[in-house]
């Protein structure tokens, strides 16, 4: 069952999601675009030419996603790793509609995670390649973007990261790879907020809980339908896939859902240079996922160091 949702009023508001071919950032795109925000998408994923992801994905489909829902969209073949791309799409932005008043980064570098290799073995260039990914992507963006949205007083930059800076700051992230560009990304918020305040701008860095995207349902053979049943089926059963973990899992909804409340809460400020989480703001906008529940991942998995996944009754974290 889906709990549906009234989208807040983002009427008249400019939206840049990057890296909004699937996941999160599609899903951000979806939400922003049902709120009135005009959308543009980026995406290297594009109909006949896939990205080194391999994915069926597109940044076309997301755009088509949102005029099917009522929205408005601009799709772009963007690499954000590519500086004179970028520029080209602020100028074309600014071209188009003279201001830019939401700036999603959403790029994450999933494709290029080795987990639990240590340094010595990790291969150099995907180690590099996922700090790129992960983090030049949102410099690179940020840097041809800020200028145009400093205009106007009000700027949302919103970076999507994996792990909350409470979370992270006591947990290594399984290589120093990922490690340093989960945690970079979420000193890049606060670097950021403090230069937007004297514009009246906002930075938050947000990260969702266990992510149930199309990558983690195909990586875990499972469904939307059937995730559930398909996790609890494996309670007990060490390096089963989906693991009985995933009961904890949340869709892309409930994070999207808490980035537009953020971006049209007039008192967003508050937020500057924070590190939040899907959770915290669902609580914070009273908002739940699809299912009507509000998963609290983050605690789940810090109580799970004190007992066992098994032992703890996932209702109580839902």
């Known amino acids: 069952m889906t709990t549906p949702t009234t989208p807040p009023d983002l009427s008249g508001k400019i939206a840049l999601v990057a890296g909004a071919t699937r996941g999160a950032g599609r899903a951000i795109a979806l939400e922003l675009a049902r709120a009135g925000a005009l959308v543009y998408c980026t995406g290297r994923s594009t109909a006949g030419a896939p990205s080194d992801y391999g994915r069926p994905e597109t940044i076309e489909g ?94 949302l930059v919103v970076e999507v990261t994996d792990g909350t800076r409470h979370y992270n700051a006591t947990h290594f992230r399984s290589s120093v790879f990922l490690d340093l560009a989960k945690t970079a990304v979420d000193r890049f918020a606060f670097a950021q907020g403090h230069e937007l305040a004297p514009y009246g701008g906002t930075a938050v860095s947000v990260s969702p809980g266990w992510l149930r995207s199309e990558m983690m349902l195909d990586h875990f053979s499972t469904t939307e339908q059937d995730w559930r049943d398909h996790a ?41 240079t924070r ?44």
């Open 62 to 155: 997301t755009a088509e996603l949102i005029v099917q829902a009522g929205g408005e969209a601009r799709a772009a073949v963007v690499d954000h790793l590519d500086i004179g791309a970028v520029e080209r799409l602020v100028e074309r932005i600014d071209q188009e509609q003279g201001q830019l008043d939401i700036l999603i980064n959403d790029i994450g570098g999933e494709a290029y995670v080795k987990f639990d290799t240590p340094l010595w073995e990790y291969d150099l260039r995907a180690g590099r390649r996922l700090l790129d990914t992960a983090l030049l992507t949102h410099l690179n963006t940020s840097r041809c973007a800020l200028g145009l949205m400093v205009r106007t007083t009000g700027a």
């Open 232 to 272: 609890e089926a494996n309670r007990g059963i060490p390096e089963a896939l989906p693991p009985y973990e995933f009961v904890i899992s949340e869709t892309p909804a409930m994070l999207a859902r808490g980035v537009t409340a953020l971006a049209a809460d007039p008192d967003r400020a508050q937020w500057n």
């Open 275 to 318: 590190s939040t989480s899907s959770f915290d703001l669902a609580e914070h906008y009273d908002l739940t996922d699809v299912d009507g529940s509000r998963p609290n991942a983050w605690r789940f998995m810090s109580d799970m160091e004190h007992t066992t996944a098994q032992e703890l009754d996932v209702e109580e974290y839902r």
